[in-house]
């Protein structure tokens, strides 16, 4: 099932956001493990195809214990909606 079938356009670009902010979140922790404490999206404009935007995500400080990031999804028009979130780093035994 693709994340658009059961979606608004604006649920989909968030699912789509919070998923590269995550993957850049892991490959800058690795081989640590995050996990999602918080996570808070702001829309921009509506209306948007979830498959014509560019994901951007983006490291904004990250401790021993917690990575504070983001990002944002954007369009020809510019920014549709942007994240912030905030994960837990669990040292891998």
Do not use: H, W
Request: hydrophobic share 40%.
């Amino acid at each position: 099932m693709s994340d658009t079938q059961l979606t608004r356009p604006d649920e989909a670009i968030a699912l789509r956001l919070i998923q590269t902010i995550r993957a850049d979140a892991e490959a800058v922790c690795a081989p640590d493990q995050v996990d999602l404490v918080s996570v808070t999206f702001d829309v921009a404009a509506a209306g948007a195809e979830p498959s014509n935007l560019t994901y951007k995500p983006r490291i904004d400080r990250k401790t021993r214990t917690i990575l504070f990031t983001g990002g944002s999804a954007e369009g020809a028009r510019g920014t549709v909606m942007t994240a912030t979130a905030v994960y837990r780093i669990t040292p891998r035994a």
